[in-house]
């Protein structure tokens, strides 16, 4: 998996002319981009421009305010000088002091207390027309960027940079024929139901029964199944890939009642087919390929062993170019 520490998301370098540059990690971004990472790099811009646009609009009514303040006072002194020399008998208006300027930006909607200000007096005059925009200015200037998106950015980046040459070099798919996976996993069956009557032997199922020995009902404690989730991807075909096959077993097995709780245990059915019959079928899928079955091009023989390894290996190309999230 892609893991990117703290200091690589938050740490950007300096660009030299005609480079771009990660704002999370720093990292170069690729000259030429790829249409998703122009999609992505152009949310992030539009979210600092965002930002940007809102400060200059809360400091434009900072000064607007002040300017209103100023003017309300010098108001109020002109009416005190006028009511001495007429001897008027109106009592003077309280004098309104200036409020102390915001030291920072996240201070401007409390400048002025508008439920202690007098309705008609200059103050509340002065904000009240501004306090709901400028709340919603605040939420936008100081909305944070989520651990979650910096990620997500720097995957996109990253694997376009290393994932997926390091992929292509190994003649790993970036086209795959998804509308064809049900009819091939169904010419498995013999197979896979081999697997579950337990005439076919599986280091998968294998694996899964050790788990349970070692940790009882502790297997599937959501940390022991993400220790081992990476092992039980279907490889290049990705989390795309990964769903159909998902989709096709549970209408062979489990809605047909072959694969039982009782044929399970001690697991239960989708958890068999999630842990055991996924990757049984993804490294089957990935020797039909290689032997130019699943119309790939021939590459030789593959031994079962071999193909394990494949898959493995290329389970973050997977996750990155055949992502279920995309729309192709």
């Known amino acids: 998996m892609i893991s990117l520490s703290d200091d690589e998301c938050s740490s950007p370098g300096?660009?030299?002319?005609?480079?771009?540059?990660?704002?999370?990690?720093?990292?170069?971004?690729?000259?030429?981009?790829?249409?998703?990472?122009?999609?992505?790099?152009?949310?992030?811009l539009t979210r600092q421009e965002?930002?940007?646009?809102?400060?200059?609009?809360?400091?434009?009514?900072?000064?607007?305010?002040?300017?209103h303040l100023e003017g309300t006072l010098e108001l109020n002194i002109v009416e005190?000088?006028?009511?001495?020399?007429?001897?008027?008998?109106?009592?003077?208006?309280?004098?309104?002091?200036?409020?102390?300027?915001?030291?920072?930006?996240?201070?401007v909607p409390t400048l002025i207390d508008l439920t202690n200000s007098d309705p008609g007096s200059g103050a509340a005059a002065g904000s009240g027309f501004f306090t709901e925009k400028e709340d919603?200015?605040?939420?936008?200037?100081?909305?944070?960027?989520?651990?979650?998106?910096?990620?997500?950015?720097?995957?996109?980046?990253?694997?376009?940079?290393?994932?997926?040459?390091?992929?292509?070099?190994?003649?790993?798919?970036?086209f795959i024929r998804f509308?064809?996976?049900?009819?091939?996993?169904?010419?498995?069956?013999?197979e896979l139901l081999g697997i579950i009557r337990g005439t076919v032997a599986s280091s998968y199922l294998d694996r899964a029964l050790a788990s349970y020995r070692t940790l009882g009902h502790g297997a599937r404690n959501p940390q022991a199944v993400l220790a081992g989730v990476q092992m039980t991807l279907p490889?290049?075909?990705?989390?795309?890939?990964?769903?159909?096959?998902?989709?096709?077993?549970?209408?062979?097995?489990?809605?047909?009642?072959?694969?039982?709780?009782?044929?399970?245990?001690?697991?239960?059915?989708?958890?068999?087919?999630q842990q055991v019959l996924v990757p049984e079928t993804g490294v089957r899928l990935i020797l039909e390929d290689r032997r130019g079955d699943g119309g790939g091009e021939v590459e030789g023989e593959l031994t079962v062993e071999e193909a394990q390894a494949i898959m493995l290996d290329s389970v973050e190309f997977g996750n990155y170019v055949h992502d279920i999230e995309l729309p192709w």
Not at 33 to 42: E, P
Not at 141 to 166: D, G, M, Q, W, Y
């Open 80 to 107: 005190v000088r006028t009511s001495t020399v007429t001897k008027a008998t109106t009592p003077k208006k309280p004098w309104v002091p200036r409020p102390r300027k915001a030291e920072r930006l996240r201070d």
């Open 179 to 190: 509308d064809e996976l049900p009819d091939r996993i169904r010419r498995m069956e013999p």
């Open 235 to 273: 490889g290049y075909y990705g989390s795309k890939g990964s769903s159909k096959i998902v989709e096709v077993l549970v209408k062979m097995f489990i809605e047909t009642q072959i694969l039982t709780h009782e044929s399970a245990r001690p697991q239960v059915p989708i958890e068999y087919i």
């Open 136 to 174: 919603e200015l605040q939420q936008r200037l100081f909305s944070k960027i989520t651990a979650v998106e910096k990620f997500e950015f720097c995957r996109i980046h990253v694997a376009e940079e290393n994932i997926v040459p390091a992929g292509l070099e190994r003649n790993y798919p970036l």
């Open 50 to 67: 965002d930002r940007l646009q809102a400060q200059q609009e809360l400091l434009k009514r900072e000064r607007m305010k002040d300017g």
């Open 14 to 44: 300096r660009a030299k002319e005609g480079e771009e540059l990660c704002p999370y990690c720093g990292d170069v971004l690729p000259t030429v981009m790829s249409a998703r990472l122009k999609s992505s790099l152009a949310k992030v």
